[in-house]
């Protein structure tokens, strides 16, 4: 591991951050209790975005699901909305690359005792898990692999419902199953039943395995293989509970018009790197190939509706669909399948609907929090909202292919879409989808080595903003090279940049919050590999591992996380009438949130971002709005929290 110590100064970039100053008691003179507060604005130097009306909101509970705090899962949670509770820091600074050996292309996940888990590709040490401590990024523990060690998607972190505060791990390679407590401890470990196929060199490799989802009614972890095999495991047994096949063939490939010398650059570069694949492949090509959907069934993780427990997969069509039998699709197609009774005491996957397409999909299927809109994308540039029957709904095309999974979010009907080089948000309105902006990618504006920016990986839905991956670099011919990258805060009421820190590595995988309201990275290098081998003389050494960029200015985040707590409460108070149960989650979410500013405060007074006494009147104020947090309350506890919010600001 390296600290961040060892590398160049790296610019930063903040649109909000004011002259550093310690604040003191004197600011907090007026302070009073929560119900005696005159109501204000939130102040200038935070977003102006705010909730309005009813959130969406599901029908289950989280006894065994863990309240999105962070990821926990590929996608935050098992309806891979990409949308957390919490605020993400308004000012982070790259800190550590760990473990730079690895490809990581997914990942990483957290559990609640400060560990974070991914599992990467091909590596050249058989492992299979790799635990890090999330403060330091020091090995805790590795899992070892089966020899191929072709990734195993995300790991999943679960609530443990028989024991109060503790969390399981549970980890699916293409032969083996398992579950684990966070100091490695097996509870058990269980055989997929699938064999390994004979390794070909100069083929791919099909035994990826996308990793576990949490099936709520069957108490059922389901996984699914880029082949399309999908199995459903007894969460608290191990025992193998269902085996079945999507029935999609493997697809075409459409890969990108990458010139071919600048290929053979990039491969030759990841192959003195990583090395290449136990078949012989390199990593550039091999990535770019799975990207674009090529030789795979599935090429994305998953989704399970909590609610329903309906498992949505994006994967291909029949092979004589495309009207070749050829034994590849150039169909793309949704399935949704349930795990229904087998009627002899056991149980089996049945496909309930599906939808085709010309071409394939670049997302993950995306499933709003109450289970009636599933929203996926093709490769041709639209975004397709479907009902749970997969009924279409409306599309909207953004003209160039969506490159990640739609977030969505609870919130005014908000949905995310990126492709490769833009960020959009557009609202839902039912029969129909409207923009309402396109992000302003400046975060490289004064780097004289920077020609083009554009995005860089998954959007994440937070309390605070979206946040973003942005990359910088060169176009060669068509095609955009990407020599630096880095992590940012977009303001979802504008969609201009709040804050960037340039870092050190691209990721393919998630901006993966963390529950401290920083970010971790899976170092996947594609598209700056390529800018590597082309400038090499402008672009820092390619590496694998994981990448923690850290909040800094912990004041600011609690500033943050209790103006969203506040303008949330305030909005709720206005529908806790006529939707009670929107008022609930949103209590519960505000309780999240000051959960996370009262851990932002005490890390700001070890920081010497403030002192000791205003961060205990102000962790005094906070508990006892965590006392009376009722629906009942929640315009007095708006009022407080914002006022608390304008104080961190320096705002009288």
Same mark, same amino acid.
């Given at each position: 591991?390296?600290?961040?110590?060892?590398?160049?100064?790296?610019?930063?970039?903040?649109?909000?951050?004011?002259?550093?100053?310690?604040?003191?008691?004197?600011?907090? +003179?007026?302070?009073?209790?929560?119900?005696?507060?005159? !109501?204000?604005?939130?102040?200038?130097?935070?977003?102006?975005?705010?909730?309005?009306?009813?959130?969406?909101?599901?029908?289950?509970?989280?006894?065994?699901?863990?309240?999105?705090?962070?990821?926990?899962?590929?996608?935050?949670?098992?309806?891979?909305?990409? *949308?957390? &509770?919490?605020?993400?820091? !308004?000012?982070?600074?790259?800190? &550590?690359?760990?473990?730079?050996?690895?490809?990581?292309?997914?990942?990483?996940?957290?559990?609640?005792?400060? *560990?974070?888990?991914?599992?990467?590709?091909?590596? /050249?040490?058989?492992?299979?898990?790799?635990?890090?401590?999330?403060?330091?990024?020091?090995?805790? &523990? +590795?899992?070892?692999?089966?020899?191929? *060690?072709?990734?195993?998607?995300?790991?999943?972190?679960?609530? %443990?419902? %028989?024991?109060?505060?503790?969390?399981?791990?549970?980890?699916?390679?293409?032969?083996?199953?398992?579950?684990? /407590?966070?100091?490695?401890?097996?509870? &058990?470990?269980? !055989?997929?039943?699938?064999?390994?196929?004979?390794?070909? #060199?100069?083929?791919?490799?099909?035994?990826?395995?996308?990793?576990?989802?949490?099936?709520? #009614?069957?108490?059922?972890?389901?996984?699914?293989? *880029?082949?399309?095999?999908?199995?459903?495991?007894d969460r608290l047994t191990g025992e193998r509970l269902a085996t079945g096949q999507i029935p999609g063939s493997p697809a075409v490939s459409d890969l990108p018009p990458i010139p071919t010398d600048l290929a053979e650059e990039a491969d030759a570069l990841t192959d003195a790197v990583f090395g290449t694949t136990r078949s012989g492949l390199s990593f550039f090509s091999l990535i770019v190939d799975v990207i674009f959907g090529g030789g795979s069934v599935v090429t994305n993780y998953f989704a399970i509706d909590p609610n329903t427990g309906r498992i949505f997969v994006a994967a291909t069509d029949e092979d004589a669909a495309d009207g070749t039998m050829d034994g590849l699709s150039e169909r793309g197609a949704i399935y949704s399948l349930d795990l229904v009774d087998d009627g002899n005491g056991g149980w089996d996957f049945e496909i309930i609907n599906s939808i085709a397409f010309d071409g394939g999909t670049g997302s993950t299927p995306s499933v709003s929090e109450d289970g009636s809109r599933v929203y996926i994308s093709d490769n041709v540039g639209n975004v397709i909202a479907l009902n749970s029957e997969l009924e279409e709904l409306w599309r909207y095309d953004l003209e160039e292919p969506v490159a990640a999974s739609i977030g969505v979010s609870p919130d005014n009907g908000e949905v995310y879409a990126v492709t490769r080089e833009d960020v959009f948000k557009l609202i839902d309105n039912g029969d129909n989808a409207t923009l309402d902006w396109v992000a302003t990618l400046d975060a490289f504006a004064n780097d004289p080595d920077i020609e083009v920016e554009f995005q860089a990986l998954t959007p994440t839905i937070t309390a605070n903003g979206i946040a973003v991956s942005i990359g910088g670099g060169k176009t060669v011919l068509t095609t955009n090279v990407m020599l630096k990258v880095g992590v940012g805060l977009l303001d979802r009421e504008t969609g201009e940049l709040r804050g960037f820190a340039v870092g050190r590595e691209e990721s393919i995988a998630v901006t993966s919050v963390a529950p401290d309201g920083g970010i971790y990275t899976a170092s996947s290098p594609v598209r700056r590999a390529a800018g590597k081998a082309r400038y090499p003389d402008l672009a820092e050494d390619v590496i694998g591992g994981v990448s923690r960029y850290k909040p800094v200015r912990n004041d600011l985040l609690a500033r943050d996380a209790t103006c969203a707590g506040g303008v949330r409460a305030r909005n709720a108070a206005t529908v806790a009438d006529a939707a009670p149960e929107s008022a609930e989650q949103d209590t519960r979410q505000i309780r999240v949130l000051i959960d996370q500013s009262r851990e932002a405060l005490d890390r700001a007074v070890s920081d010497g971002d403030l002192d000791s006494d205003t961060a205990e009147t102000l962790d005094a104020e906070l508990a006892s709005i965590t006392e009376d947090l009722s629906v009942s309350g929640l315009d007095d506890i708006g009022n407080s929290l914002i006022r608390i919010c304008r104080q961190l600001a320096g705002v009288q």
């Open positions: 591991m390296h600290s961040f110590s060892a590398y160049p100064s790296w610019p930063r970039r903040w649109a909000t951050t004011t002259s550093f100053v310690v604040i003191s008691m004197g600011a907090f +003179a007026c302070s009073s209790g929560s119900g005696s507060t005159e !109501p204000q604005e939130p102040p200038a130097s935070v977003t102006q975005w705010a909730p309005l009306g009813a959130r969406t909101v599901g029908d289950y509970a989280y006894d065994v699901i863990p309240e999105p705090n962070g990821f926990h899962t590929m996608h935050v949670g098992p309806n891979n909305s990409d *949308n957390v &509770w919490i605020a993400l820091a !308004p000012e982070l600074e790259l800190t &550590w690359v760990a473990e730079q050996s690895f490809y990581v292309p997914e990942g990483p996940t957290y559990d609640n005792q400060g *560990n974070l888990y991914f599992s990467p590709l091909f590596p /050249k040490e058989d492992v299979s898990l790799v635990s890090l401590d999330a403060e330091t990024g020091e090995r805790n &523990w +590795a899992i070892e692999g089966n020899d191929r *060690n072709a990734g195993s998607g995300a790991i999943l972190i679960l609530d %443990d419902p %028989d024991n109060e505060g503790e969390q399981i791990i549970y980890h699916c390679t293409y032969t083996e199953a398992m579950a684990l /407590k966070p100091d490695k401890t097996e509870l &058990w470990r269980s !055989p997929t039943g699938l064999t390994l196929p004979e390794l070909v #060199q100069g083929e791919r490799d099909v035994t990826h395995s996308f990793g576990f989802n949490y099936h709520p #009614q069957t108490d059922a972890l389901v996984a699914i293989m *880029n082949g399309g095999e999908i199995l459903a495991f």
